[in-house]
């Protein structure tokens, strides 16, 4: 098995969240060993009996091809933050999911994308100003996301379907478990002419915890996230915490100051979210740097497969780092100067520490950098 495999099969491990993989990954250690480890080495690492025990069933090659071909006998793509096609914004994020699965046109992860969520129960207005919006930014071609829960979920992946638009579901189950049931005409139309998506294994039903971490990830894949009609307490607002703490925009439609339903837009504005009254106030925002940012995340669709839209660098001629995407190819040049600690790699590069983050990770698991003492690294 190589190493993405494995990376697979320990995602869907008992007992493994994201905090135990990336304590894992820290080891450096070759994933394709790990198969061959027993509970007292895992034990080592500090796995809890439980864990220990089953991992090494979990992890045989027998039960994870037999996962895989489940997979691809029910046409479900696996996209790992090993691969290429991992959308690139995605790995800006805090915690960005090891393993994504997909059902429909995979090639919308690489499209310009903005999230759109709101309450499950909402008025005439909300429904009304969620189609309005959708309109408009579908005409612009940009692919809506949200979570397919009922009312302003909903609305927006039924508005943009309407449209011929492109829009993502970004489910909190395995992306083979229908919630609502109601949508599940919803559901297979998107699956049909759009994509739906999940970070969670076959199988995997609804739960209160897997809704607001699915809302990350539609935070994750968007420029953008639009609140549309939001109570103070509703789940759409873990969204825009999401999507601030990754640096992204957050947006909010104003609401009457008598509605439940406003209370948490009306909360937004105060913050200083953007106010939106029409579909230009969103793209105002985007106008001058749409082409920008597409030259950076667009994927071009053709019949014969995908050709990814992005600047040359001088970078591409080295042969040996030219799997890596830009942001991965800056920290490795830097590096290549040298050892550096993440402050002086933050100073050289400009990026975020959200952004930092990741990309450190993402090299770590490529095995081209290494983590020392003191927050030091170094060149493989």
């Given at each position: 098995m190589d190493e993405r495999d494995v990376l697979i099969g320990l995602h869907?491990?008992?007992?493994?969240?994201?905090?135990?993989?990336?304590?894992?990954?820290?080891?450096?250690?070759?994933?394709?060993?790990?198969?061959?480890?027993?509970?007292?080495?895992?034990?080592?690492?500090?796995?809890?009996?439980?864990?220990?025990?089953?991992?090494?069933?979990?992890?045989?090659?027998?039960?994870?091809?037999?996962?895989?071909?489940?997979?691809?006998?029910?046409?479900?793509?696996?996209?790992?933050?090993?691969d290429d096609t991992y959308p690139l914004l995605m790995k800006e994020i805090v915690q960005p999911p090891w393993v994504l699965y997909l059902r429909g046109r995979h090639q919308l992860l690489h499209s310009f994308c903005i999230g759109m969520v709101g309450t499950r129960v909402p008025t005439a207005y909300g429904r009304r100003v969620a189609e309005l919006l959708v309109q408009g930014l579908t005409d612009r071609g940009i692919t809506i996301v949200s979570g397919l829960a009922r009312g302003i979920d909903s609305a927006c992946h039924e508005a943009t379907l309407q449209a011929n638009g492109q829009t993502i579901a970004v489910l909190g189950t395995g992306v083979d478990v229908i919630y609502p049931l109601e949508n599940r005409l919803l559901y297979e139309r998107i699956c049909d002419c759009g994509l739906i998506l999940s970070e969670y294994p076959l199988g995997t039903r609804p739960s209160p915890g897997t809704f607001p971490q699915r809302n990350r990830i539609i935070a994750g894949l968007s420029h953008g996230s639009i609140v549309v009609e939001a109570d103070e307490r509703s789940g759409s607002l873990i969204t825009t915490d999401f999507a601030m703490e990754s640096n992204r925009d957050v947006f909010a439609v104003p609401g009457p100051i008598t509605s439940p339903k406003s209370k948490g837009t009306l909360s937004?504005?105060?913050?200083?979210?953007?106010?939106?009254?029409?579909?230009?106030?969103?793209?105002?925002?985007?106008?001058?740097?749409?082409?920008?940012?597409?030259?950076?995340?667009?994927?071009?669709?053709?019949?014969?497969?995908?050709?990814?839209?992005?600047?040359?660098?001088?970078?591409?001629?080295?042969?040996?780092?030219?799997?890596?995407?830009?942001?991965?190819?800056?920290?490795?040049?830097?590096?290549?100067?040298?050892?550096?600690?993440?402050?002086?790699?933050?100073?050289?590069?400009?990026?975020?520490?959200?952004?930092?983050?990741?990309?450190?990770?993402?090299?770590?698991?490529?095995?081209?950098i290494s983590q020392r003492s003191g927050a030091m690294y170094s060149l493989i």
């Open positions: 869907e491990a008992s007992g493994i969240g994201w905090k135990r993989m990336y304590a894992i990954l820290q080891q450096h250690v070759d994933l394709r060993e790990l198969p061959t480890w027993n509970a007292g080495r895992w034990r080592s690492l500090g796995m809890p009996e439980k864990v220990a025990q089953t991992l090494p069933y979990e992890l045989s090659e027998t039960v994870i091809r037999q996962k895989l071909s489940r997979y691809t006998s029910l046409g479900i793509e696996i996209i790992t933050i090993m937004l504005l105060k913050q200083g979210a953007i106010m939106v009254t029409c579909v230009d106030d969103i793209m105002n925002e985007y106008d001058s740097r749409l082409q920008d940012l597409c030259d950076k995340t667009y994927v071009k669709q053709e019949d014969n497969g995908i050709v990814k839209g992005a600047n040359h660098s001088p970078s591409d001629d080295l042969a040996n780092i030219s799997h890596l995407t830009e942001q991965e190819k800056t920290i490795y040049l830097i590096l290549e100067q040298g050892d550096a600690t993440v402050d002086e790699i933050q100073a050289k590069s400009n990026f975020d520490f959200g952004l930092l983050h990741t990309v450190l990770l993402s090299l770590i698991i490529k095995k081209q």
